[in-house]
């Protein structure tokens, strides 16, 4: 189930933002992936974010203008770098369901706040051309 996975990757992606890189832990973590498809999905998605984290945090400081990247919830980043990354690297994925997605993941793990930004965010990003 991608729903899953993505929110491995969350995890993955939010633990590298308070400590060092670990492979090792994307690999404990993906342990709960059930099919290799999923597993496959989690490894592009999480390949996708981490070369793209530069480009993603530059657009969400011009999206977010109101807010210094600093200022933003670290689970909200992550929701929005994951978006942004599988809006990018799986086109086949509709962008409500992508948008839905990070939407759920900010809901679960951040604020409830986080879900309006989030889906403001992502929907802009989509709309903009990325």
């Not at 400590?19 to 973590?29: C, I, K, T």
């Not at 369901?97 to 965010?121: H, M, P, Q, W």
């Amino acid at each position: 189930m991608r729903s899953l996975a993505r929110e491995k990757v969350f995890e993955y992606i939010f633990s590298r933002l308070f400590n060092q890189s670990d492979e090792g832990l994307f690999a404990v973590l993906k342990r709960d992936l059930k099919s290799e498809d999923d597993k496959a999905f989690a490894d592009k998605l999480l390949a996708a974010v981490i070369s793209g984290e530069e480009k993603y945090s530059d657009k969400l400081s011009a999206l977010s203008a109101n807010f210094k990247l600093e200022r933003i919830f670290a689970a909200d980043k992550c929701a929005i770098f994951i978006g942004m990354a599988e809006l990018d690297a799986f086109s086949e994925t509709p962008t409500a369901v992508v948008i839905d997605e990070a939407v759920k993941l900010a809901a679960k793990y951040s604020t409830e706040n986080s879900t309006g930004f989030v889906n403001g965010i992502l929907a802009e990003y989509a709309k903009d051309g990325k």
